[in-house]
């Protein structure tokens, strides 16, 4: 439509799609679990004791720096697979505080 006066007059895309995608493919995944390394066995086996236990397993010790990585990777990955040439991910950043941060970028 793209019609001035309407909502999406002047729009490249609708952030809305693009969180969305974000929210399912990683977001809803990570939210409230508990992040391990796939080495780490002792933790693996005490968390799949645990009924109900919302566990993500990792090829990577879980440090901000080694999820910003991560995040970019599966989000670049699905954008491409999603949106094709019209959303290019350049850069993620993950916060661990406020003050603590990592950045990850193509």
Known sequence: M????TS?????MDFSDVTRVAREHLVD????AFLVFEGDDA???LLAAIPNHKTVVLDRVPTVENLAAIAFELLRRVYDARF???LSLT???LFE??????DCSS
Request: aromatic share 8%; charged share 25%.
């Open 29 to 32: 995944a990570w939210d409230h």
């Open 8 to 12: 999406d007059h002047g729009m490249l």
């Open 43 to 45: 933790v693996r086996k």
């Open 84 to 86: 094709g040439n019209e």
């Open 91 to 93: 850069r993620i950043r």
């Open 97 to 102: 505080t406020p003050n603590c941060w990592a």
């Open 2 to 5: 793209n019609q001035p006066g």
